[in-house]
């Protein structure tokens, strides 16, 4: 395989094109899904942590609630809430469902405010949470 | 078949190679899985992030539909990472070796912290 360079055609790269809307969309998925694999340590090392005993979990959730633990947590959430968004667009397009442009502007534009109006909603009830405890 | 193709170019590895049908629909069932329990998973974190301490949360994870839930959604959550990954790999990484490096580092890891994760729960519902 190695020792064959294919001399068949290849799409150009992403610099190639002029950003659009659903381009620029589409990339942020995949940068939002590897943000979230680094992400997904911060599960594992809050489990371990919590598994290892009262010492380690506190330690855990003094880190956590530092402001840059919880800028991470935000960054978290939010990449989280529009993966999972678009994840649900995309499972409609895996269907054959709104694959015309009309559609998908609109549907994009709906996982970007429904992707703020939850990371927004979560926080809102964290903090007041916070407070009531 | 397509008739500009030359016997060798199957044999060579290019086009398609009649498989991956499975990993398509595993990657899309495990997405549809985890609508679902993330939510459930964030909802959770949410209120142990913020106030509950180590015994509240140890005695949460001990009620058994939430150590169920937990490991699957650490099962789920960690081959759609992989499935993801890999995807990123293929698409993005063209040098051959750098590549086989990569994909297998990526998925020993992925293997490893999913039973660290799988056992942290263990550890805590069975309480040793």
């Known amino acids: 395989m190695m020792l064959m360079k294919s001399k068949r055609p ?3 790269h992403l610099q ?3 950003p659009q809307f659903t381009s620029v969309m589409s990339i942020l998925h995949r940068i939002t899904g590897i943000v979230l694999s680094i992400g997904t340590l911060v599960l594992v090392y809050w489990l371990m942590a919590a598994a290892e005993g009262p010492q380690a979990y506190q330690q855990a959730q003094s880190l956590l609630s530092s402001w840059i633990g919880l800028l ?4 978290w959430s939010l990449a989280l809430f529009y993966h999972l968004c678009n994840g649900i667009r995309h499972l409609f397009w895996d269907a054959g469902l709104g694959m ?3 559609t998908v502007y609109a549907t994009g ?4 405010i429904a992707t703020l109006v939850l990371t927004v909603f979560t926080w809102i009830i964290a903090f007041s949470m916070k407070g009531a405890g | 078949m397509n008739l500009m193709r030359t016997s060798l170019s199957p044999v060579r590895g290019l086009g398609s190679a009649r498989e991956g049908a499975d990993r398509f629909i595993a990657q899309r069932l495990s997405a549809i899985a985890l609508v679902p329990l993330l939510l459930w998973l964030v909802a959770s974190i949410i209120f142990f992030i ?3 301490d180590h015994a509240t949360l140890v005695a949460w994870i001990r009620l058994h539909w939430n150590t169920e839930l937990l490991i699957l959604l650490i099962l789920v959550l960690f081959y759609h990472t992989h499935a993801g990954l890999q995807e ?3 698409d993005y990484v ?3 070796i750098i590549k086989a490096i990569s994909m297998v580092s990526m998925k020993f890891f992925v293997i490893a912290i999913t039973v660290a994760s799988v056992l942290a729960v263990l550890r805590i519902a069975l309480g040793t």
């Open chain 1, 100 to 102: 015309d442009i009309k």
């Open chain 1, 10 to 12: 290849i799409s150009p």
């Open chain 2, 50 to 52: 913020t106030q509950a």
């Open chain 2, 94 to 96: 063209h040098n051959q």
């Open chain 2, 88 to 90: 990123v790999l293929e």
């Open chain 1, 109 to 112: 534009k709906f996982v970007w």
């Open chain 1, 72 to 75: 991470l947590l935000f960054g």
């Open chain 1, 16 to 18: 190639i094109y002029k």
